[in-house]
């Protein structure tokens, strides 16, 4: 249950009406102590992890609550985000953030108010199937201790790293279709030096520093020969990189700030779009692409390292192409990192528009290229490469009735904002319907 699964089921409440919300992982303060042990040790749980357990990928992200999608239900999402404890500039301003620790405690206590409202929670318990009648209407779930939940309305909502929910879907001949994704690394610089290329002098100024906070970057650059774009992404100033896999033989990174983005680091993912020609005749290539650099990463960390650790390579050698004596950066990651050769874990194709990329990005940005950049590896989870077709009006998957693919999994969505909103927009195709 992330962002979509939980505002389906508050927009229900609003009609009283209660949910039955059926959850891999483990309720949050579980799923945290999870977390930290992966983080520490390498210890992953494979069922609760960054993106698994109590509020999705949602709850350990880094609250950015900005999106691109324009809907009514934006100001809903945002007012109810105040009324569970959110700043109240978070109702009103143009790109609210959170950041990871008041998300957290927020998203526990929607969980709590929606219990309140006789909603059922059920964690550890992974939906393996989804059952249809001969008319390929949905009927219920089954789940993997065996038992069935029956409902004509079965929100599909559980977001982009679920490979055995995509493979369901194949079993049962609902359709879908592959879609553009990207891949990359996370660009982590000192807080300080990215602070001084945004506001130069003023970064330095005392009062001024405090009134600026740390400093954001956008940015992207075309190719216009190849076609692909290369972009910066989920900007984290301030903040972390994360090891955020679900697998235990793949490595993903991700980023994340807490409210305050005072980490002394600040970081975004740096990402090269990819429109894979495999994935007009296999509808999972773009979930193999995906993992198959995930799967080198883990290799390269676990021959050198535990495999725990983030490959990671100077921004200098990495478009020098080449692993130097030089001393890798410091970094913000808990996991810690390890020197690797970045540009041999990604096609050629891959690392040449990064490089490319990078010395534009240094005309605009004088001063990210330079011995403080760290490039660590691999961001392959910006988007599912996957989407599950449905009708626009009535929401509902193409191929089989009362079944309704929604949130980022299923290609509805692309952030916890866009995620909630397309999940009141289920609930309203459901309550239209039933009325
Ligand atoms: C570290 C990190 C930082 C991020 N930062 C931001 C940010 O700042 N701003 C932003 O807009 N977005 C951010 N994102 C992305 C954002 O979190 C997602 O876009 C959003 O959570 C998608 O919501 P969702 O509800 O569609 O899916 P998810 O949040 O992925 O939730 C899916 C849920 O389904 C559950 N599930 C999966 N399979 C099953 C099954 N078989 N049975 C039962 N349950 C299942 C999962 O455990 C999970 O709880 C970040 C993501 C990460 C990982």
């Known amino acids: 249950m992330g962002p979509a699964g939980l505002f389906a089921a508050l927009r229900f409440a609003d009609y009283g009406i209660p949910s039955i919300l059926l959850e891999r992982g483990d309720p949050a303060s579980e799923r945290m102590k999870k977390i930290a042990a992966f983080w520490r040790y390498g210890k992953l749980d494979e069922e609760s992890n960054v993106c698994y357990g109590e509020g999705g990928a949602g709850l350990y992200s880094d609250g950015k609550l900005m999106t691109r999608v324009k809907s009514p239900y934006i100001q ?40 309140e409202k006789q909603c059922q929670l059920h964690y550890r318990t992974k939906v393996v199937d989804i059952l249809f009648d001969e008319n390929k209407k949905a009927t219920g779930v089954r789940t993997e201790d065996g038992r069935t939940f029956h409902s004509p309305h079965i929100i599909l909502a559980t977001g982009h790293s679920a490979d055995d929910i995509y493979k369901l879907m194949e079993e049962k001949n609902v359709a879908c279709s592959a879609k553009p994704f990207s891949v990359g690394v996370r660009m982590e610089h000192p807080r300080k030096l990215i602070n001084s290329i945004q506001f130069g002098s003023f970064a330095e100024n005392e009062k001024s520093r405090d009134i600026l906070g740390a400093a954001k970057y956008r940015l992207s650059y075309f190719n216009k020969e190849s076609e692909r774009g290369t972009y910066s992404f989920c900007m984290c100033p301030g903040g972390y990189v994360l090891s955020s896999g679900t697998q235990k033989n793949g490595l993903v990174v991700n980023g994340m700030s807490n409210y305050a983005h005072n980490s002394p680091w600040s970081n975004a993912a740096l990402v090269v779009s990819v429109n894979l020609q495999e994935q007009k005749s296999d509808l999972f ?40 004596a030089r001393q890798l950066p410091s970094s913000s990651c808990p996991s810690q990192t390890i020197k690797a050769p970045l540009h041999e874990l990604f096609e050629k194709e891959v690392v040449l528009h990064l490089q490319e ?51 980022e999994g299923a290609g509805h969505a692309g952030g916890i904002t866009s995620a909630a909103v397309d999940g009141i927009k289920v609930a309203m195709s459901i309550l239209e319907k039933s009325v």
């Open 285 to 324: 290539a773009g979930l193999k692409y995906q993992r198959s650099i995930e799967e080198k990463c883990f290799e390269y960390s676990k021959q050198v390292a535990t495999g725990r650790e983030i490959p990671a390579m100077s921004l200098l050698d990495f478009l020098e192409g080449k692993v130097s």
């Open 76 to 115: 809903y999402v945002m007012n109810r985000l105040v009324d569970f404890g959110a700043p109240p500039e978070t109702a009103y301003r143009k790109d609210p953030h959170l950041g990871s620790n008041k998300i957290r405690t927020l998203i526990t206590k929607i969980s709590s108010y929606l219990k």
């Open 357 to 407: 990329a990078l010395l534009t990005f240094n005309r605009q940005m004088k001063g990210i290229i330079g011995k403080e950049g760290l490039l660590l590896a691999p961001e392959t989870r910006t988007s599912s490469p996957l989407s599950i077709l449905r009708h626009q009006e009535t929401l509902e998957s193409t191929s089989h009735t009362g079944l309704y693919p929604c949130g």
